[in-house]
C-alpha cells in the first residue's frame, strides 16, 4: 500500500507479483492511473484518499504501507500514524517512509521571498522540512505504537524544467500559491516578475552544460518501522 506515492507506478513493473494500491490527492492519482495505464500495468490499483481516515481499508490487512515525502504534510501527524498502524499487519507488517533533512530550495524560496518582499519571509504554508529534526519523527512514530527498526540518510540532486518560466514556478513551489495571491493584492507590484527575476539571479550559476538549473543535493532520512 503506497500513500503519497503516485509515481509508484514507474516502479512495480519490476515486481510483477505483488498487488500495488496507490492513495493520493487527485492529481497525483490521476498521474498514477496514466502511468499505470501505459505501462500495462494490472497489479495496481489507484485511489483518492485521506491518509487520516482509511476507513476504507480493513485493519490488519496491508503487509506494508510506504509513504514518500507525504509525513510532513499531514495536518494531524498522529491521526495519520495511527492509521496505517490500525491497517497493518500486526505481526509482521512495515512501514516506510522518507522525510526532507535539508533542502537547498526552501533557502532559494526564502532568499528569493525576502527580496520580493524586502524583508524575511514568514515559514512557507507548506514546509517540507518540518520533520526535519528526528527527533520529532521518532517521537510521533513512537506515540503512535511504532517500533523504529531502522534510520538512514541519502541524497541527491534534481533537475528544473528547461523552460525559464516553468523553472522558477517549480522552484518556488511551496511559496507559488502565496505569490499569487501577492501579485493579485497589488501591494508588492508585480510580485511575479519580481520572484522570476530574483530566482533567476539566485540561481544563475546553478545550471548545467545545457542550460537546465539543477539544485545542490537534497538529503532525506527514510525510516523504517513496524506496529
Not at 524544467?161 to 501577492?182: M, R, S, T
Not at 501579485?183 to 530574483?198: E, P, Q, W
Amino acid at each position: 500500500m503506497s500513500l503519497c506515492c503516485a509515481h509508484i507506478a514507474l516502479k512495480v513493473q519490476l515486481l510483477p507479483q505483488l498487488m500495488i494500491r496507490c492513495y493520493a490527492c487527485l492529481p497525483q492519482v490521476s498521474n498514477a492511473v496514466k502511468r499505470a495505464s501505459a505501462r500495462g500495468l494490472s497489479n495496481v490499483t489507484c485511489e483518492v484518499v485521506d491518509a487520516q481516515n482509511l476507513s476504507t481499508i480493513a485493519s490488519g490487512s496491508q503487509d506494508v504501507v510506504t509513504v514518500c515525502y507525504g509525513l510532513m504534510f499531514m495536518p494531524d501527524l498522529q491521526k495519520a500514524l495511527a492509521e496505517m498502524k490500525r491497517v497493518l499487519k500486526p505481526d509482521s507488517g512495515i512501514l516506510v517512509a522518507t522525510v526532507w533533512a535539508e533542502m537547498p530550495m526552501i533557502k532559494i524560496v526564502g532568499q528569493t521571498m525576502t527580496e520580493v518582499l524586502g524583508s524575511a519571509p514568514p515559514p512557507p504554508p507548506i514546509n517540507p522540512l518540518s520533520l526535519s529534526d528526528p527527533a520529532l519523527l521518532d517521537a510521533a512514530l513512537g506515540d503512535a505504537g511504532f517500533s523504529l527498526i531502522e534510520s538512514a540518510h541519502g541524497s541527491y540532486s534534481f533537475a528544473l524544467p528547461k523552460d525559464p518560466d516553468l523553472a522558477w514556478k517549480a522552484g518556488l513551489l511551496p511559496v507559488l500559491n502565496q505569490i499569487e495571491e501577492l501579485h493579485a493584492s497589488g501591494k508588492h507590484g508585480d510580485v511575479k516578475a519580481k520572484a522570476k527575476m530574483n530566482f533567476q539571479n539566485i540561481t544563475a550559476t546553478m545550471h548545467d552544460d545545457s542550460g537546465v538549473i539543477v539544485y545542490p543535493p537534497g538529503t532525506y532520512r527514510l525510516v523504517i518501522a513496524k506496529p
